[in-house]
């Protein structure tokens, strides 16, 4: 069992950054790779961001080049640093462990995110 517990959340003003973290019980965190993903009200969950066991990250268009994805296995922590926030990412933010093997796949609980105007 993992156990994920996302932190960083907040409100900020259009153009402006965040960074989210997501730290996971256990010490198996490096069998697992890593995403983040939101959902908005009213629109189903979006997959934003992944980084894999050996550190290969992937990402949304829609975040490309203003998010970026980062672990830190030692610390059992998940990050993303989103920078040039729009209205429209104003969203709840959720972590994802999957197990490389796919044979496992958990959730946090999420951290609101909302940017003003």
């Known amino acids: 069992q993992v156990q994920l517990v996302e932190s960083g959340g907040g409100m900020v003003q259009s153009g402006g950054s965040l960074r989210l973290s997501c730290a996971a019980s256990g010490n198996i965190f490096n069998r697992y790779n890593m995403g983040w993903y939101r959902q908005a009200p009213g629109n189903q969950r979006e997959f934003l961001a992944q980084i894999t066991t050996g550190g290969n990250a992937n990402y949304a268009d829609s975040v490309k080049g203003r998010f970026t994805i980062s672990r830190d296995n030692a610390k059992n922590t998940v990050y993303l640093q989103m920078n040039s926030l729009k209205p429209e990412d104003t969203a709840v933010y959720y972590c994802?462990?999957?197990?490389?093997?796919?044979?496992?796949?958990?959730w946090g609980q999420g951290t609101q995110v909302t940017v003003s105007s």
């Open positions: 994802n462990a999957d197990h490389w093997l796919g044979t496992r796949n958990y």
